[in-house]
């Protein structure tokens, strides 16, 4: 099992990123899958989830409106597009399945900041 997160960056305020997540090792079309992030001194929080089939989603409070999860079942990628970024989504970013966690990757980092 291997998941691995890229496209981490420092980007301004307002801002846009595009994160991928390329998973393997598991059945990835049968699993809901989420994005979570990590800022420093904090937990890891939840982000944004998108089901198996793709067609349903959800997003944290701080995220909705900016943030948008999608999936790709033929390379096994989930997506999250952020976009008007703020200082506080910095953080590093992690993907892994919605309700039993694989073993986690390293994840990617983003810095919002001017």
């Known amino acids: 099992v291997q998941l691995v997160e890229s496209g981490g960056g420092l980007v301004q305020p307002g801002g846009s990123l595009t994160l991928i997540c390329a998973a393997s090792?598991?059945?990835?079309?049968?699993?809901?899958m989420s994005w979570y992030r990590q800022a420093p001194g904090k937990e890891r929080e939840f982000v944004a989830t998108?089901?198996?089939?793709?067609?349903?989603?959800g997003y944290a409070d701080s995220v909705k409106g900016r943030f948008t999860i999608s999936r790709d079942d033929v390379g096994d990628t989930v997506i999250l597009q952020m976009n008007d970024l703020k200082p506080e989504d910095t953080a590093v970013y992690f993907c892994?399945?919605?309700?039993?966690?694989?073993?986690w990757g390293q994840g990617t980092q983003v810095t919002v900041s001017s």
């Open positions: 892994n399945t919605r309700f039993v966690p694989k073993p």
């Open positions: 998108v089901s198996k089939t793709g067609y349903s989603t």
């Open positions: 090792g598991f059945p990835f079309s049968r699993y809901d």
